[in-house]
């Protein structure tokens, strides 16, 4: 399986953001191949346990006909020696604690392409707890008072100043974990007031 490994940075001026050792964290964020959304063609992923952080991005063969290159990128051939969702996930699910907190930037959706994508393979995706940088964003910067368009990740970044090429799974789950750090380092605030249980 190919895969690379992702780094993440801390902004200059910004300082460390310290998350709790008691929780586990995975970021995700995924790229699909259609309309459905219930096939990825790539992911990228974010492990932080005991306050460290390990990255993957790899493409995904999603079994499928590409048809949303034009947003992504990521055409049919890119993909052909690319992993299957089920072999990247026999890989990657022993890294994965049996209780984490799922975060992404508007987690619906990337939870429910998750879900649906690994139940494919008889997996059932179901963490207990989510965390979407979409509230922390509406919370300490606009009070919950928003107008539409102001909660994008590329609106969100740009306003932090966090480097992006959106839609790009590697850039994206990264650019999330950064917005996240920087909002909750802004707002004086601490990862656990925003975790929410799910339903």
């Known amino acids: 399986m190919t895969q690379e490994e992702l ?8 300082g460390k953001y310290e998350y709790p050792k008691d929780k586990s964290f995975v970021f995700v964020d995924v790229e699909t191949a259609n309309g459905f959304n219930d096939r990825i063609c790539a ?9 460290e952080s390990q990255g993957y991005y790899t493409l995904i063969n999603p079994q499928t006909h590409i048809t949303l290159s034009y947003i992504h990128g990521i055409t049919d051939a890119d993909v052909v020696d690319a992993p299957t969702l089920e072999q990247f996930w026999q890989v990657m699910s022993p890294h994965i604690p049996n209780e984490f907190v799922f975060v992404a930037h508007n987690y619906c959706f990337d939870l429910n392409v998750m879900k649906k994508d690994l139940g494919r393979f008889g997996y059932r995706f179901t963490p207990q707890e989510v965390l979407d940088t979409m509230w922390v964003a509406r919370d300490i910067l606009y009070h919950f008072r ?11 970044s740009e306003r932090l100043d966090v480097q992006l090429n959106h839609h790009n799974a590697a850039s994206d789950i990264l650019a999330t974990k950064e917005v996240l750090e920087k909002l909750l380092l802004m707002g004086n605030r601490q990862i656990e007031q925003f975790i929410r249980k799910t339903k």
């Open 146 to 156: 928003t107008v539409k368009g102001d909660l994008t990740l590329n609106v969100l």
């Open 43 to 51: 992911i990228g992923m974010i492990l932080v346990k005991n306050g």
């Open 7 to 14: 780094t993440s940075k801390t902004s200059h001026g910004v």
